[in-house]
């Protein structure tokens, strides 16, 4: 197939892109580079031996939109693109709400104009909110507490909307805790050019001394050290999560949680 991957330079789209790649797909990475660096694709170039198509260019942007599908004809998109911190969205909703929601909603418009109707939407465990029963499942309900997790809830509902609309549609929600890891090469893995979001590059960059502390918030939780434990899943696992649900989604119209 031939794959749009929005966002697709960043962690886990880059590893994704990787995986797409090494299955024989074509792709093509729309990214703003905002919180990225084009030098993932050319890593993963070297390590795949063939050469994903990067456009900078913006979900937002409907002409940069219009640009690509006038380009490339896609078989089906999986859509990163978007503003991740939670801190961050509860400081600058509007923004995150513009981005988000806004930017998806660009996206879909752009694919129904090229009769591209595929999708693999990278949603975010957050929207369950705090849940009363421990493991979640896909069934669990869902309540948002947050900015960054009310978006990615609205989008999921976009999707079940126009899929319930549009027989056309096929969806994959990918509601994801925590990634970390890296590919096995370490030639890509998580570099944020911001602050980083999540706790291992966090770490990692304490550990180089390009941030000077980490900060631990907590230390009298029911753990063995008094220390917050979270759930985590290695990136390339993800990614091969990806593909499946690409793959699900082309064979069973409808919407795939």
Not at 39 to 60: K, N, W, Y
Not at 205 to 218: D, H
Request: net charge negative.
């Amino acid at each position: 197939m031939k794959i749009l991957a929005t966002g697709g330079a960043g962690f886990i789209g880059s590893h994704t892109v990787l995986l797409l790649l090494e299955a024989g797909h074509e792709v093509v990475v729309l990214d703003n580079l905002s919180n990225a660096n084009a030098i993932s694709m050319e890593r993963v170039a070297e390590l795949t031996l063939h050469q994903p198509t990067l456009i900078i260019g913006d979900i937002t942007n409907p002409e940069d939109l219009a640009r690509v599908f006038s380009e490339h004809e896609f078989d089906s998109v999986v859509h990163f693109a978007g503003l991740k911190s939670v801190g961050e969205s509860v400081s600058l909703p509007l923004e995150y709400f513009r981005v988000n929601v806004g930017g998806t909603l660009q996206l879909l418009s752009a694919m129904a104009d090229a009769e591209v109707f595929d999708i693999v939407f990278s949603s975010s465990a957050t929207v369950y909110g705090n849940p009363e029963v421990i493991p979640v499942t896909e069934s669990s309900p869902t309540e948002a507490l947050n900015p960054y997790g009310r978006t990615k809830l609205i989008v999921e509902h976009i999707l079940r909307d126009i899929a319930a609309a549009d027989s056309r549609w096929s969806v994959g929600l990918l509601r994801y805790f925590n990634p970390i890891g890296a590919h096995p090469s370490g030639r890509i893995g998580e570099d944020p050019t911001d602050t980083p979001n999540n706790l291992m590059p966090y770490v990692t960059q304490v550990a180089a001394r390009r941030l000077p502390y980490l900060k631990v918030f907590g230390d009298d939780y029911e753990t063995p050290d008094g220390t917050g434990v979270r759930d985590y899943i290695h990136v390339m696992d993800l990614a091969r999560g990806h593909l499946a649900a690409l793959g699900k989604i082309s064979h069973e119209r409808g919407v795939h949680t």
